[in-house]
């Protein structure tokens, strides 16, 4: 057995460019990061999942390219070395080469909702799928959806980011035993474009005097 020298978990993994987002920005690697967040092979996840273990390498060479897991321990299995991820950082976000201007704002605004909504949306599908085989029996429902529209002040607005993103270090920092349900939790919360929120009055059309 073979124990790399293991950096400490970052807080935050920065991405430096477009297409790599676009590789993380992936429903199916983005839950394989949540499996990593303790050191295991890749068949012991795939194991977990319930998959066969030749689906998930594509993925995790992806996932090492990019700098998002690392290989942590190295053990003979039989005949062969059986390599240990796990993931290194908490959290992705984009690097200053990109905010900075560095690439189309479209592409950056598409990848980085990507990152978020599109893993959420599909688990979420899948979620509501078993509920309604189920009939929206309201004993097994155990998760909630919304989305409200409210006026605010910046200031006040503000105070709702930082109290998010605090509740967001809260659940992680939480005790859990890994039978327990796994439950995603996401959040958007962001000014929306004046087209969106207000379409312009149209104004009004004089009415035609019949003769």
Do not use: C, W
């Not at 020298?5 to 590789?23: N, S, W, Y």
């Not at 429903?27 to 012991?44: C, I, K, N, T, Y």
């Not at 605010?152 to 607005?157: F, G, I, V, Y």
């Amino acid at each position: 057995m073979t124990t790399h020298e293991t950096p400490a978990i970052q807080d935050e993994l920065l991405i430096e460019d477009i297409d790599t987002m676009r590789q993380l920005a992936n429903p199916f690697r983005l839950r394989l990061l949540h499996a990593f967040r303790q050191p295991q092979s890749v068949r012991d996840v795939a194991d977990s999942m319930g998959l066969p273990v030749t689906r998930l390498y594509y993925h995790v060479k992806i996932l090492e390219d990019a700098g998002a897991i690392i290989i942590v321990e190295t053990r003979k299995k039989g005949p062969q070395l059986e390599k240990i991820y796990r993931i290194a950082a908490h959290g992705i976000r984009p690097g200053p080469s990109i905010l900075q201007g560095g690439v189309d704002p479209v592409a950056f605004a598409e990848v980085a909702a990507s990152l978020v909504l599109d893993s959420a949306r599909a688990e979420l599908i899948t979620s509501l799928a078993n509920h309604a085989a189920k009939g929206f029996d309201p004993t097994t429902i155990n998760g909630a959806l919304g989305r409200t529209l409210v006026r605010l002040p910046r200031e006040r607005a503000v105070e709702i980011i930082d109290e998010l993103q605090a509740y967001t270090v809260t659940l992680k920092d939480e005790d859990s035993d890994p039978t327990d349900a796994l439950y995603g939790f996401t959040y958007s919360f962001f000014p929306l474009d004046p087209a969106v929120d207000e379409p312009p009055i149209q104004p009004a059309q004089p009415k035609e005097e019949s003769l």
